[in-house]
């Protein structure tokens, strides 16, 4: 089957309330390709890699969660960005992006996919207001020791998490936020946390989680924010009865 490429965005749209948010990209549609969609493959970082992918595999239209356009990025298309956009172009391969809409959702989100990917329940915002940031906390369904989370985060990511703290202390109650959000840690000791996950780590964040007594855990950008964006691909290729697949370009950070 296919769907008009207006329909499948507008869809996204409808789902995910991009205009909700004040963020660093534009959300939805990014570069215009075929009028109609009958493959879509996503990823989640529209790279060189990515895009060669989607050609050799026939795709349509490419759902990522780092597309292009960035505040503050060089606007000149040279180099790296002219051959990305000659290969979106060039196959009329069309580009859709979501970042902070993505990172949110409730349903098909990349936090609330990590967490129920990790068992966690009872979940609620980290930050009271919302449009302070895009984090979850909640609770494990059962007890258990640091290090067995740290062993759960390597068997669902496929790497070992960098993890601050003691193995063997006792969590019960996780906050969480994909990717660089490491700076919430501070928010998630506030909040009672007693371990927090990030995708990446800075040199204060150690500091912060030792003296606060939080145990934190930095599972890899890329690695933790695989599972929101093949939520909301297999969502739209269900309900339009599209070709669809997940291109995972492995990323160490």
């Not at 909640?138 to 740290?150: D, I, Q, R, S």
Request: with cysteine; proline share 4%.
């Amino acid at each position: 089957m296919t769907v008009a490429l207006e329909e499948l965005v507008a869809a996204m749209d409808a789902l995910l309330e991009p205009a909700r948010f004040r963020d660093y990209c534009p959300n939805g549609l990014q570069v215009a390709g075929r009028a109609s969609v009958a493959k879509l493959a996503c990823a989640v970082t529209a790279n060189q890699s990515v895009l060669d992918a989607a050609v050799a595999w026939g795709a349509d239209a490419l759902l990522v969660h780092h597309g292009y356009f960035w505040r503050g990025e060089d606007p000149r298309v040279v180099g790296m960005k002219r051959r990305r956009l000659a290969t979106l172009l060039g196959n009329e391969l069309s580009l859709i992006a979501y970042h902070l809409p993505l990172d949110a959702h409730p349903a098909v989100g990349n936090n609330a996919e990590l967490g129920r990917h990790l068992g966690i329940v009872d979940v609620e915002p980290l930050h009271r207001d919302a449009s302070d940031g895009v984090g979850s906390i909640g609770n494990l369904a059962e007890p258990m020791a640091a290090g067995a989370l740290a062993g759960r985060l390597a068997a669902l990511t496929g790497r070992e998490p960098l993890h601050i703290g003691e193995a063997g202390a006792t969590l019960r109650r996780v906050a969480w936020c994909t990717g660089a959000a490491q700076g919430y840690i501070d928010a998630a000791a506030a909040a009672g946390a007693d371990a927090y996950i990030t995708g990446e780590v800075s040199e204060p964040t150690v500091h912060s989680a030792r003296e606060q007594g939080v145990q934190f855990f930095a599972a890899g950008h890329h690695a933790t924010e695989r599972y929101g964006v093949q939520a909301l691909g297999r969502r739209m290729a269900e309900r339009f009865g599209l070709a669809f697949t997940f291109l995972d370009c492995d990323n160490p950070a």
